[in-house]
């Protein structure tokens, strides 16, 4: 059975860090692209980031580009996603996919004085 | 990188066709097979509902149909029914390992 499930979300200061993690399950990892949507509160979709299967190419959207990095872990089968230089506006449930059918569950990041 | 454009809301009466339009561009919805589209229910993941433009993942019912002109996609929910009721979004693949989504619909049923 295909699973993603995320950590790390939380409470952090405007300009902070933050670090997110997606353990993945049930497929062979080095496979499948991983991407990162967000969703913030009584919003839609937004894709954040994408890694290839290999880890060599890495994508963000323009909101995040500088400030966000993605990376992926074929010892623990997770993907990371660092955040830095964190706005008020990145507060949001941040999920994990395989597009175009597997997603975790979500983990929210608030970001807040 | 900008999000394809959604309605806000459409809404039918139970038995009824309704129809959900993602307009994008040739660089994502005219150029791409790969369109899907997603219900979400309040507090859940988004559930798969279409993938590549047409195919309706296992246990998807034949009420929902995908289908692309141009540069919108359209979503066709046939005998709608009361538990249709949801947000409803599109996703294009918009170039290598880049994804955009529509802003999202809400789906009333009358």
């Known amino acids: 059975e295909v699973q993603l499930l995320e950590s790390g979300g939380g409470l952090v200061q405007p300009g902070g860090s933050l670090r997110l993690s997606c353990a993945v399950s049930?497929?062979?990892?080095?496979?499948?692209?991983i991407s990162w949507v967000r969703q913030a509160p009584g919003k839609g979709l937004e894709w954040v980031s994408a890694i290839s299967g290999s880890g060599d190419n890495t994508k963000f959207a323009d909101s995040v580009n500088g400030r966000f990095t993605i990376s992926r872990d074929y010892s623990r089968n997770t993907v990371h996603l660092q955040m830095s230089s964190l706005r008020v506006e990145d507060t949001a449930v941040y999920y994990c996919?395989?597009?175009?059918?597997?997603w975790g569950q979500g983990t929210l990041v608030t970001v807040s004085s | 990188q900008s999000a394809l454009t959604q309605p806000r809301s459409v809404s039918g009466s139970p038995g009824q066709s309704v129809t959900i339009s993602c307009t994008g561009t040739?660089?994502?919805?005219?150029?791409?097979?790969?369109v899907s589209w997603y219900r979400q229910d309040p507090g859940k993941a988004p559930k798969l509902m279409i993938y590549?433009?047409?195919k309706r993942p296992s246990g998807v019912p034949d009420r929902f149909s995908g289908s692309k002109s141009g540069n919108t996609a359209s979503l066709t929910i046939s005998g709608l029914q009361a538990e249709d009721e949801a947000d409803y979004y599109c996703?294009?693949?918009?170039?290598?390992?880049?994804?955009?989504f529509g802003g999202g619909t809400k789906v009333t049923v009358l």
């Open positions: 040739s660089s994502d919805v005219g150029g791409s097979e790969y």
């Open positions: 590549e433009l047409t």
């Open positions: 049930g497929f062979t990892f080095s496979t499948y692209a």
């Open positions: 996919v395989r597009h175009p059918d597997y």
């Open positions: 996703c294009s693949h918009a170039g290598t390992y880049t994804w955009v």
